[in-house]
Structure formats: structure tokens, C-alpha cells
């Protein structure tokens, strides 16, 4: 117990918990309340790189870890995509992609832990496809315009993001290459 009580595995746990002054900020009406929900996601942001940081530089890497850091990462941006559906800043079959892509990598990966006694760490494409997500959703948190040029963009560049990063993880389970990612 006291091996898995870590600061990474804290940073990456916290990361579970705001979502929940980020969907206060989102579904109040009060003076600066995006800007707040703004604020608070950049402070997940930072804890999702530190505690992967953190973990390796302070030779805390664990199994635990590896679970914890994908499913705060799943969880945070559930919540977080199923508030801009409500709030109807972002569209929901968009949403309802995020949400499948994220269902399917979390149960391959339980699989793959549960056949091949292992856990696998997120990839590149994984990362830069939640990245693209979390700028979908900024645009949508402050607001712009569904039918503006960059919000169209960025859709459909997280879209095929997405694609990418599913196949990536498909490869892996099938395959049976599981790459750590170094940041």
C-alpha cells in the first residue's frame, strides 16, 4: 500500500476529482465562470505531465500507476465531454466518439493485463489524439463559433486522431507490441 501511495500516483487520482469544480464552472452562470473552468483544466494538464514525470524521475513507476494515469486521464475527459454535450458547446456525436474511443483503449488494455499479465503504458498517437480532444473542448468551453473555420478543423482533425490512435492500440493488443512512451 505504501509502495502505491506516491506523488505521481496523487497527481494522476487528483486528476479524477476536478472535474468536478470544472462541471460546477461549466453549468453555472457566474461572472468569469469559463475562464475558472479554463484555469482548472490547465492545472490537470500540468499534473498529467508531472506525474509521468515525476513517477520516472523519483524510479516510482508502478503498475498502479500505469492503470491510474489512463483511467483519471478517461475519466476527467468523460466528464468533462459529457458537459460540453450538455451544455451544447460541443456536438454530441463528437462526444459519443470520445467516449467509445476511450471504452475501447480502457477494455484493451484490460485485456491485454488480463492475457498477457502486463500493463500498457499510453503511446504517441493515444497522446496527441487526447490533446487534440482537450483543444476541441477548449474552443467549446470558450465559446467559438461550431461553424468557424478552426472549430471545423479541429474536429475533424481529432476525429481522424482518433481513428489513428484506436488502430494504434488495436495493433498493440493484436500484435502484442507494447512501447512505453517517454516524455
Not at 51 to 69: E, I, M, Y
Not at 114 to 140: M, R, T
Request: aromatic share 14%.
Amino acid at each position: 500500500m505504501r509502495q502505491s501511495l506516491t506523488i505521481s500516483n496523487i497527481l494522476s487520482a487528483s486528476r479524477a476529482v476536478l472535474v468536478i469544480p470544472i462541471g460546477y464552472c461549466l453549468v453555472r452562470d457566474f461572472q468569469y465562470n469559463r475562464y475558472y473552468a479554463l484555469a482548472i483544466v490547465a492545472f490537470a494538464i500540468v499534473t498529467d505531465f508531472l506525474d509521468g514525470f515525476l513517477a520516472r524521475k523519483l524510479h516510482q513507476v508502478s503498475d498502479l500507476g500505469k492503470f491510474l494515469d489512463p483511467l483519471a486521464d478517461k475519466i476527467g475527459i468523460g466528464v468533462y465531454a459529457i458537459i460540453m454535450a450538455w451544455t451544447g458547446d460541443v456536438p454530441l456525436w463528437f462526444i459519443i466518439l470520445v467516449l467509445v474511443r476511450d471504452a475501447v483503449i480502457f477494455s484493451g488494455g484490460v485485456v491485454i493485463k488480463l492475457k498477457k499479465k502486463i500493463v500498457p503504458q499510453s503511446n504517441w498517437p493515444g497522446k496527441i489524439s487526447v490533446s487534440l480532444i482537450a483543444w476541441v473542448f477548449f474552443l467549446g468551453t470558450i465559446q467559438v463559433d461550431p461553424s468557424s473555420l478552426i472549430y471545423k478543423i479541429s474536429i475533424w482533425v481529432s476525429v481522424g486522431m482518433m481513428i489513428w490512435s484506436v488502430w494504434s492500440y488495436g495493433k498493440r493488443l493484436f500484435i502484442g507490441r507494447h512501447v512505453e512512451v517517454k516524455n
